[in-house]
Nanobody
Framework: VQLVESGGGLVQAGGSLRLSCAASGRTFLSYAMGWFRQAPGKEREFVAAISGSGGSRDYADSVKGRFTISRDNAKHTVYLQMNSPKPEDTAVYYC?????????????????WGQGTQVTVSS
């Protein structure tokens, strides 16, 4: 499975941005997907996850109520809608996939990773 993120860039605090992650392969439905991020000088951290069917979702407390993860299995794409971003959301955002339908929040649970896309939130 190959994952390619897009949609990163510069956004003002309080604005909105949508990240996309396109996945190769025919069995996208059988992969739970997640978004992680890494800010300069910090460890990579969990942001959001979604089950294969899209019926289960989980979020980091820091983004709950502002970010929404979703997926379109027909398009083999997972999204991260970022509303009301804050400067502290500035980071490289990574898409990740894991075999199995259940969501996971630990980085080590994921088998596949994209190359990352930079998101910069200006104040």
């Amino acid at each position: 499975v190959q994952l390619v993120e897009s949609g990163g860039g510069l956004v003002q605090a309080g604005g909105s941005l949508r990240l996309s992650c396109a996945a190769s392969g025919r069995t996208f439905l059988s992969y739970a997907m997640g978004w992680f991020r890494q800010a300069p000088g910090k460890e990579r951290e969990f942001v959001a996850a979604i089950s294969g069917s899209g019926g289960s979702r989980d979020y980091a407390d820091s983004v709950k109520g502002r970010f929404t993860i979703s997926r379109d299995n027909a398009k083999h794409t997972v999204y991260l809608q970022m509303n009301s971003p804050k400067p502290e959301d500035t980071a490289v955002y990574y898409c990740a996939g894991r075999g199995g339908l259940a969501i996971a929040t630990m980085e080590s649970s994921y088998d596949y990773w994209g190359q990352g896309t930079q998101v910069t939130v200006s104040s």
